[in-house]
């Protein structure tokens, strides 16, 4: 784990600002999300809805966009939000972006606290998988 210090405030913040940047006329549900990187950079990301559902991009998948673009590293830390500000438990697919991007210790605020992502998603299939269950 990092030695990175984790302002969740900040992170609250940065992730709310985001949810008023979001692209959602289908749902009217912004989504807005921030994480602490292992080098001490915030990144963040915003829901963009298509009326193609299927093509619909997570507010998550455009903070992991960010943080590779921005040089990589991996996610310490994070809060997603809604357009009210109270925090949202990320779908499946996009714990499944945390914890590639992240690691099993990486934080996750959720609903009922501060949670590691080893706790949010149990029994997880990443990347060394790949490499050890190969026939």
Do not use: I
């Not at 809604?82 to 099993?104: A, H, S, V, Y």
Request: net charge negative.
């Amino acid at each position: 784990m990092s030695d990175v210090a984790v302002d969740w405030e900040a992170l609250r913040t940065e992730a709310v600002r985001m949810t008023t940047l979001a692209y959602c006329p289908y749902s009217g549900f912004p989504v807005g999300v921030a994480g602490l990187v292992d080098d001490g950079r915030v990144v963040s990301g915003c829901n963009v809805e298509n009326a193609g559902y299927g093509v619909t991009l997570c507010a998550e998948c455009g903070m992991v966009s960010s943080l590779h673009a921005g040089g990589g590293g991996k996610l310490v830390a994070v809060w997603c939000v809604d357009g009210r500000g109270e925090t949202l438990m990320p779908c499946g697919r996009c714990r499944q972006l945390l914890w590639e991007n992240g690691t099993p210790e990486t934080l996750l605020q959720t609903p009922e606290g501060v949670l590691t992502m080893r706790e949010v998603l149990p029994q997880a299939f990443g990347p060394e998988d790949l490499v050890s269950r190969r026939p």
